[in-house]
């Protein structure tokens, strides 16, 4: 599994890959984790605003931090 954080390395965004990273962790998931910080990354997706989650290059959600629970929820879907 690919786990995308996009964003420009702000407060929200390293928030939201140490939840994803916890969350895989705790369901021992096998992800990589990539980071976009580049603008023409991050704009190659369908997002309002950062931060973005984004797995197996499907959006998850942009512009707030979801919950872990829904965290838990898309990665536990895209298992399969």
Same mark, same amino acid.
């Given at each position: /599994?690919?786990?995308?954080?996009?964003?420009?390395?702000?407060?929200?965004?390293?928030?939201?890959?140490?939840? %994803?990273?916890?969350? %895989?962790?705790?369901?021992?998931?096998?992800?990589?984790?990539?980071?976009?910080?580049?603008?023409?990354?991050? /704009? %190659?997706?369908?997002?309002?605003?950062?931060?973005?989650?984004?797995?197996?290059?499907?959006?998850?959600?942009?512009?707030?931090?979801? =919950? =872990?629970?829904?965290?838990?929820?898309?990665?536990?879907?895209?298992?399969?």
């Amino acid at each position: /599994m690919e786990i995308k954080i996009l964003g420009g390395g702000c407060a929200k965004c390293d928030r939201l890959e140490r939840l %994803a990273r916890e969350v %895989a962790n705790e369901l021992g998931v096998a992800a990589t984790f990539t980071k976009a910080k580049d603008l023409d990354a991050i /704009m %190659a997706y369908d997002i309002v605003s950062t931060p973005a989650l984004v797995i197996d290059e499907e959006v998850k959600s942009s512009a707030h931090l979801p =919950r =872990r629970e829904e965290i838990a929820e898309w990665v536990t879907g895209a298992q399969g």
